[in-house]
């Protein structure tokens, strides 16, 4: 099993702040999948990336994948209440064909 | 837009029981997946089918799960005899291609096991 470590677990800001959150490994994985979870619900595909160093804006959100391809970043600016969730990393490793899923970030953004 | 359906959305079951989850996922995909969650707690992989066969599994998928493609369309997850600690959010999920395919996935069926 190939461990994605997500930090911080819970997090809880104020409309308008901004934030990261961090995905990390000791293992090299062919892409990285971004997910957003809500309560009773399946993960939502935000982005994929694939190349080292590579970073992808999606409105307020930027995803940067590691240089080594082993971590990956996610950065929300001017957070909104509509941004709360379970965010989840997802690694392709280099062999085979699962995900191995992160421990999970639940964000919460007060209004 | 494609998308990934599974049924039912929620079952209740009493332990010992058998219970068949149902997947559609995306016609064009080759590639499926079944993962469960249980409250509170990560996504975890079960199983993944290619081909016609399973090409991984994990620990938690033993003798008492099967996965199946009978008919080209369905993709079903089979636990025979349920127990307690199978009560957990079960996701199918797909994707056309290996190498950076993206995984879609259905909006879960809810076990329950009493």
């Known amino acids: 099993t190939q461990l994605l470590e997500q930090s911080p677990q819970f997090l809880s800001i104020q409309e308008g702040e901004n934030l990261t959150v961090y995905c990390n490994s000791s293992s090299v994985f062919s892409s990285l999948q971004w997910y957003r979870q809500e309560p009773g619900e399946g993960p939502v595909l935000l982005v994929t990336v694939v190349t080292g160093g590579e970073v992808k804006k999606l409105k307020r959100l930027t995803f940067q994948f590691g240089d080594a391809r082993k971590d990956s970043s996610l950065h929300i600016t001017a957070a909104q209440p509509g941004d709360t969730g379970l965010y989840l990393c997802?690694?392709?490793?280099?062999?085979?064909?699962?995900?191995?899923f992160g421990t999970g970030t639940s964000l919460t953004v007060i209004p | 837009e494609p998308e990934v359906t599974q049924t039912p959305s929620h079952q209740v079951t009493q332990m010992g029981q058998e219970v068949i989850l149902r997947c559609v996922p995306i016609?064009?995909?080759?590639?499926f997946y079944w993962y469960r969650q249980i409250l509170g707690q990560k996504v975890e992989f079960l199983v993944s089918f290619y081909n016609n066969e399973i090409s991984e599994k994990s620990e938690i998928f033993d003798d008492q799960f099967s996965v199946e493609r009978p008919d080209g369309s369905n993709f079903t997850l089979k636990i025979r005899s349920t127990k307690l600690e199978d009560s957990a959010m079960y996701f199918c999920?797909?994707?056309?291609?290996?190498?950076?395919?993206?995984?879609?996935f259905g909006e879960g069926s809810r076990l329950t096991v009493l």
């Open positions: 997802a690694g392709a490793p280099i062999t085979g064909n699962q995900f191995y």
């Open positions: 999920a797909s994707r056309g291609t290996v190498n950076t395919g993206e995984l879609f």
């Open positions: 016609s064009n995909h080759l590639y």
